[in-house]
């Protein structure tokens, strides 16, 4: 119920076949320096995936210099990330599997914060540290050789925060779990044609410093999803939702997708309704050494929306362009108050716009693409653009296969001015100029089992700030090595 514009699910892959061991260093600008190292594969009904990632920046400047008082240094924020996941599965019979998914994050950040009035950056540097798990275990039920597929989970989340700025005299500490258990079940009616029922029931909580808040949620669902002749489409569900603070609200969706014989266009549509209740970190969750404070008195975001675009592909699908066009009015939209201080509510929100594409596979060994996205974002009540939307971006991307080994891409990537406030939200209303970035990558396969890479940002090294008062990384150079091996015993 929370997605407006529609969900983007990524499901991580589990392991198959002989043993395959990875692994990666990355380093270049900002005194960057990342490893991973993986281990994965199957046997028999069993099948593995082990993760380990090192993310490392040591002195990226954000810190804009006519910011600073004279004669204080710029501190470069300065973060590290160690991650661990792993991904487990076996088959027990033909009707049933169990799964497990883990993965753990211990990550610190020194960053510059602001102190005093009128508010300058602080000459010492805060910290934000975060343990995070999340764990998921399913079970998987099949019927009927496979044609009705039952799933059983518990997804368990877990946060600790620890924030101390200069001359705090103690660190602020922030807890918080969620729990969910849920099920769906998917039948197959008929080749193409899928049915989906869902129920999940959701409850969390939150501690902070003389602190707790506690929410639950409970929803059901049904979806059809039905492909005819592998010309026409249609995914339409409903779904109700029982908030135990913001109470019962049933939100629907239909989707249609039509491809025209003979011309292959695909002319597609949507029309949806969508509630977001407020996090209990948007409600009450403070961040005193970012001066940025909850909201108690928020309210849940509903929404009303939709979209209707074509594709069209030419030559046998070497070239394809397509066009979408969104609208969506969101009542009591959920964004940071004018102040940049807290969270407030917009009474009556209209996004709109279009999104289109182009795309051309020139010859085999070369391809370009190009997107642009036009959004009107805008507060109904006075019609100005919200903060920090940009109305225009667009980008250009380039690979080239000059020889089967090496492969380049070229991007540029172009965001229009927008909105915004100052860094302390002491001045709204000001106007953030745009900017345009070039980005460069290469990789090159010395073997089966050996790639090098190299990629460049902001080629031009340009200096630009987003959002207000805050730099973005100038040039960057980063090269490393990917190794994977087979069959590893």
Do not use: C
Request: net charge negative; hydrophobic share 35%.
């Amino acid at each position: 119920s929370d997605a407006i514009g529609g969900v983007i699910s990524i499901v991580t892959r589990k392991g198959e076949g002989p043993p395959r061991a990875t692994t990666s260093i990355e380093t270049g600008s900002f005194n960057t320096f990342n490893q991973t190292v993986g281990l994965s594969g199957a046997q028999d009904n069993f099948n593995y995936a082990f993760n380990v990632a090192h993310f490392h920046a040591g002195d990226i400047p954000v810190t804009p210099l006519q910011l600073l008082p004279p004669g204080q240094k710029a501190n470069g924020n300065n973060y590290d990330n160690m991650t661990y996941s792993t991904k487990l599965g076996l088959d027990i019979n033909e009707n049933w599997s169990v799964n497990s998914v883990v993965r753990y994050t211990d990550a610190t950040l020194l960053f510059t914060g602001d102190g005093g009035f009128p508010s300058v950056p602080n000459a010492t540097q805060s910290t934000h540290a975060v343990q995070q798990l999340f764990n998921r275990e399913e079970t998987v039920w099949s019927l009927l050789d496979g044609r009705i597929r039952n799933y059983f989970g518990v997804n368990y989340a877990s946060s600790r925060s620890n924030d101390i700025g200069p001359g705090d005299p103690l660190a602020t500490i922030t807890t918080g779990e969620r729990i969910k258990y849920d099920w769906h079940a998917v039948t197959e009616l008929a080749r193409g044609n899928n049915l989906i029922v869902g129920a999940e029931q959701q409850t969390e909580r939150m501690d902070t410093t003389g602190f707790s808040a506690e929410n639950g949620n409970k929803a059901g669902f049904i979806e059809l999803q039905s492909e005819f002749a592998r010309r026409f489409f249609l995914v339409t569900n409903i779904r109700n939702d029982h908030n135990d603070q913001f109470g019962e609200h049933a939100t629907y969706r239909v989707a249609p997708a039509l491809i025209v014989p003979v011309t292959e266009t695909k002319l597609k549509a949507s029309y949806g309704t969508g509630f977001k209740a407020p996090t209990l970190s948007e409600l009450y969750q403070n961040f005193p050494t970012f001066g940025f404070f909850g909201n108690p008195n928020l309210k849940p975001e509903q929404s009303e929306g939709y979209d209707v675009g074509f594709e069209q592909p030419l030559f046998n699908d070497r070239i394809r362009f397509g066009s979408t066009y969104f609208h969506n009015s969101i009542t009591n939209l959920i964004t940071t108050n004018a102040t940049f201080t807290s969270y407030a509510n917009v009474n009556l929100a209209t996004t709109e716009g279009t999104e289109s594409f182009v795309w051309a596979q020139v010859t085999e060994r070369f391809g370009i693409r190009a997107d642009y996205t036009f959004t009107r974002a805008v507060d109904a009540a006075t019609g100005l653009q919200l903060l920090r939307r940009p109305q225009e971006k667009w980008s250009a991307a380039a690979t080239w296969m000059p020889i089967d080994p090496l492969m380049l891409s070229a991007t540029v990537l172009h965001v229009s001015d927008w909105r915004d406030v100052t860094r302390d939200g002491s001045v709204s209303g000001i106007v953030t100029p745009g900017y345009t970035l070039v980005n460069l990558r290469g990789d090159y396969a010395v073997n089966d089992e050996v790639k090098v890479f190299t990629r460049v940002d902001n080629l031009f090294n340009l200096h630009y700030q987003n959002p207000t008062g805050f730099l973005a990384p100038g040039l960057g150079v980063f090269g490393g090595i990917r190794i994977a091996s087979y069959g590893v015993k």
